[in-house]
């Protein structure tokens, strides 16, 4: 009986069940993401918040547009999101999020990583375990991983067009560091 508690318990534990979450507001709207513990440090981590308007519809070989109204839910970033079409994850077209690993309770400025995967503008993906970021936060920096349109999606040629301009997936990145400076 006992082992079969002991093994409940630890089962509980390492499944996350009860792990303290964490509410920060963004432009996005309120973020919702979890404690962990990465070498011994207590981090936050937020799993997939938007940056930019969902790339889709009219928007598919758009520039990405900037959140103007921020979400009036709780966006919960406690679990990964989908992938841009090409990544070796589960694939959405809806795929413009940040990753963020940041050590708990910030009270001073941090130095700050911005992660862009490589992937040959054809593939990756920030939900994939290689970049996961918690390890890097745990040396007291704010790591962030952009997510970004991948193959024709992202770096079509779209001609002199200013509305549909090539290397989308380019913008996409650099809209992400910007939502990030906000």
């Known amino acids: 009986m006992l082992f079969l508690c002991l093994s409940v318990l630890l ?3 390492c499944l996350g069940i009860g792990a ?5 507001k ?3 709207g309120t973020v919702r993401g979890q404690t962990i513990t990465e070498l011994g440090k207590e981090l936050n981590q937020f799993y997939g ?3 930019a308007e969902p790339p889709v519809g009219a928007l598919r070989f758009a520039k990405p547009k900037p959140i103007t109204k921020p979400s009036p839910d709780i966006i919960d970033a406690t679990k990964k999101k989908t992938s841009c079409l090409g990544g070796d994850q589960p694939t959405s077209e809806n795929c413009l999020y940040v ?3 940041a050590p708990h309770n910030i009270t001073t400025l941090k130095p700050v990583m911005f992660w862009i995967y490589g992937g040959g503008f054809r593939g990756g993906s920030i939900f994939s375990d290689m970049y996961n970021g918690k390890s890097l936060a745990s040396y007291d920096v704010v790591y962030v991983a952009v997510d970004y349109r991948l193959g024709s999606l992202g770096f079509l040629y779209g001609g002199d067009d200013e509305e549909t301009p090539g290397n989308l997936g380019l913008l996409d990145q650099l809209e992400g560091l910007k939502w990030i400076t906000e």
């Not at 303290?20 to 920060?24: G, K, M, P, Q, Y």
């Open 26 to 28: 963004t432009s996005s």
């Open 11 to 13: 089962g509980v534990r």
């Open 20 to 24: 303290e979450t964490v509410d920060v």
């Open 99 to 101: 990753n963020i690993w």
């Open 49 to 51: 918040i938007p940056f």
